[in-house]
């Protein structure tokens, strides 16, 4: 008999075209003012509702095309990939299961917009908790893109480098590890939506019907990560506006705070990994090394629009969970790293 999928399965009412519509209205409107500002046209506003629209378009946009890109291999594995298939090919080790997972990455160059939803799917085909938890953690970093970006970045200080990748991959195996050992995974999980969830043999029977399965999937997945995404950005793009920034900034010799405030902005700034490497080079001669592996660390794994994309595949204890050890293996590293290795 083969293993129940770890996700409990329900029906979800497929609204998209309408939460789509009010979604592009709006965008639309932000970037018709961002626009209209740039030419120079009179606009009222404050200067601090432009700036969190701004920061708020920058946040989406940057992160739009890797959530596309994660729907379209959450989609792919949904139609033509067979739980069955998922379970032979995952490790019964949960442990082997959390060190596959840190490294799926290195196959699917996505940041964490496109492995949360990349992840729910493997989930619902059965995977290891501890694969999937892992996967979102480390995936963010663990990909060729990041890596190399990383690398171009701090080819200088290549120990920046290896300690990014090598905290990224302990952190996702350990919490993976801890927290995919539950006796009873299921619990861990947030109820799938069943929006067009077709059947595999029904989706893959007829060739012709193929494409357009994979594109109404997608949809629905598109705009049920979108969501979380929007609401994200939209936290994140706040406090970027009202935080006093400048005071994180001057926190940055303290082996201990120096760390916390970089943690800190790298959750609050939410920029994508693909890029953070390059912000972080600006605070070198500001911060200790510790923080700056900190940032470069936990940012991809735990930032506001993620933490709320979470929520969609794991339940909220879960989610506190993963972000708790986190944090605490986070903080933990880049205070060991500056009291003792520098």
């Not at 936290?235 to 916390?260: D, F, H, K, N, Y």
Request: proline residues 6%.
């Amino acid at each position: 008999m083969s293993q129940p999928s770890l996700y409990t399965q329900g029906r979800l009412r497929f609204a998209w075209p309408r939460r789509a519509h009010i979604a592009i209205a709006v965008l639309a409107v932000a970037i018709v003012w961002i626009f209209a500002g740039a030419a120079g046209l009179p606009l009222q506003l404050s200067d601090s509702l432009y700036g969190l629209i701004t920061v708020f378009l920058g946040i989406f946009i940057e992160a739009l095309p890797f959530l596309l890109a994660g729907v379209l291999v959450s989609s792919a594995i949904h139609l033509f990939v067979s739980p069955e298939r998922i379970r032979r090919l995952s490790p019964r080790s949960t442990l082997r299961a959390a060190v596959a997972g840190s490294l799926i990455g290195l196959a699917f160059p996505v940041c964490e917009c496109g492995s949360i939803p990349a992840a729910r799917r493997l989930l619902a085909k059965g995977a290891p908790a501890s694969l999937g938890i892992a996967f979102v953690l480390a995936a963010p970093v663990i990909n060729p893109i990041v890596i190399v970006s990383t690398l171009v970045a701090f080819g200088n200080r290549p120990e920046i480098v290896a300690g990014r990748i090598a905290l990224t991959i302990l952190i996702a195996v350990v919490v993976g590890l801890a927290i995919g050992s539950h006796p009873q995974p299921s619990q861990l999980l947030a109820p799938l939506p069943a929006a067009h969830e077709h059947e595999h043999a029904t989706s893959i029977q007829a060739a012709p019907n193929r494409f357009q399965s994979f594109v109404e999937h997608a949809s629905g997945e598109f705009v049920e990560m979108g969501r979380y995404l929007v609401f994200g950005s939209l936290i994140a793009a706040t406090l970027q506006t009202i935080a006093p920034r400048a005071m994180l900034l001057e926190l940055g010799q303290g082996p201990v705070i120096s760390a916390l405030a970089l943690m800190a902005l790298a959750s609050l700034l939410s920029i994508c990994s693909t890029v953070d490497a390059f912000v972080a080079l600006a605070f070198v001669g500001s911060f200790m090394p510790g923080a700056i592996l900190a940032f470069l660390v936990f940012g991809p794994m735990i930032d506001l629009k993620s933490v709320l994309m979470l929520g969609s595949t794991f339940r909220r204890r879960t989610v506190a969970l993963i972000v708790l050890l986190t944090f605490q293996m986070t903080l933990l590293a880049a205070v060991v790293i500056n009291l003792y290795l520098i």
